[in-house]
């Protein structure tokens, strides 16, 4: 018998992330149907989402791109003049603004599957929300989890309902099926289950990094880094805040955190290793000294598929790996002199429950001042380190509350902004 199909909502659908699922989504037409849409600005693209998919509520962000998202619904397509069976007007969709949108969007709007692909911690409340509701979690936005941490971890109600999309955790989370761990199916735990409590043969989970631009710099070289050159991936078209951070390895220190949670492993059980192609996205050591690794070229449209159907596999995602074709994988180890996000993070991650909200907030002040001309490279990391040295948690005895995330993050944005402001900083353009 088929499989009903998935109501779809997806957070962020004008992004990299976004525009995928929908891709993912059109080539599936039997399995999925997109009930909802957000984004923050972009009307024009949302505006032909909303044409293309049918779905029939739309949250926006912006206040003047709502006003144009309208008027967009109300006027003929270029693109489907005759597309009759869609909503066409702005009377058949109900469109919803502000931040709130997104939150609203994940918690009410019936679906099946909530894809948060969305940028920063500003994902938290929508990551709250779908968990809240029901709805299984296809997560890209990691930065709600990292910051959320035990608190989204209680939000879940069942196992497997959080799906990876970060292409190194759906790697983990499909390597960890083929052995017995109590988080193999890719679930935080579930109520009353807070510690590891069944048998696992798990030793250790590999998170592969690219290296990003500047793989092999020094401290010297990276001092010199323009915003243009950290937003030149090397394998990935992605926005400009996980572009950035994978040039900083900030991007590998909260996916560390990511499995962390996401997996109920030790930190000090998680190691990085830079991996120039990509090929691998992450692997899993087992207790018998086995490696299963998951291989693919380096693109997202696997790990979204798999968050959107988990745990059923599409047909023709993508093409497979030819493997008679002669091809070389390098693997070499992470330099934390120049890099040493993905340390200072563990050590925050240890240090309270907020530490990682502040570290998170802190960094997305420094990208945004880096692009603004206002930070150096070296800089981003550099104000992260200052901001957490500076922190001291409220404290508090009973569980981790969303005021206190929030608080926290308030106090480090403020924090970072200081720091960054009194920096002398030499920008280049
Ligand atoms: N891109 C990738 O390959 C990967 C991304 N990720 C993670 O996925 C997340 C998204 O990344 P990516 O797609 O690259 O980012 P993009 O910058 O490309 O997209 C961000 C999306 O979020 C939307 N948005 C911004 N503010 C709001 C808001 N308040 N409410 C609703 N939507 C909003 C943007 O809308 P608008 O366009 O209108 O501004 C856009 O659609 C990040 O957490 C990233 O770390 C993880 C693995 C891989
Ligand atoms: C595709 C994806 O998941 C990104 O998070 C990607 O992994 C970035 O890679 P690096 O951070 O290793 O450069
Ligand atoms: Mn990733």
Known sequence: MASPKRRVAILGSTGSIGTQALQVIAAHPDRFEVVALAAGSNAPMLAEQVRATGATIVGIADAAAASELAALLRAPSASQPDSASRPASADQVEILTGVEAAVQIAGESGADVVLNGMTGSIGLRPTLAALRSGATLALANKESLVVGGALVAEAVQRPGQVVPVDSEHS???????????????????????????????????????????????????????????????????????????????????????????????????????????????????????????????????????LG??????????????????????????????????????????????????????????????????????????????ATLARYSPAGSAGELSLEEVLEAERWARAAADELIGAAKVQVHA
């Open 171 to 305: 790697a983990l989370a499909q390597a960890l099926s083929s052995g017995r761990h109590e988080r193999g199916l890719c679930s935080l735990p579930g109520p009353g289950q807070s510690a590891l409590s069944g048998a696992s043969e798990v030793s250790k989970l590999v998170v592969t990094a690219s290296g990003g631009p500047f793989r092999g710099w020094d401290a010297a070289a990276l001092a010199g880094v323009t915003p243009a050159q950290a937003l030149k991936h090397p394998n990935y078209a992605m926005g400009r805040v996980v572009t950035t951070n994978s040039a900083t390895m900030v991007n590998k220190a909260l996916e560390v955190i990511e499995a962390h949670l996401l997996f109920d492993i030790g930190v000090e059980d998680i190691a990085t290793v830079v991996h120039p192609q990509q090929w691998i996205h992450s692997m899993v050591q087992f207790a018998d000294g086995s490696t299963i690794a998951q291989a693919g070229h380096p693109r997202m449209l696997i790990p979204i598929a």
């Open 308 to 385: 959107l159907s988990w745990p059923d596999r599409l047909s023709e995602v993508d093409v497979p790996i030819d493997w008679t074709q002669a091809m070389q994988w390098d693997f070499e180890p992470l330099d934390e002199q120049a890099f040493p996000a993905v340390a200072l993070a563990k050590q925050a991650c240890a240090a309270s429950p907020t530490h990682m909200a502040v570290y998170n907030a802190a960094n997305e002040q420094a990208v945004e001042a880096f692009h603004a001309g206002r930070l150096s490279f070296p800089g981003i990391v550099s104000t992260v380190e």
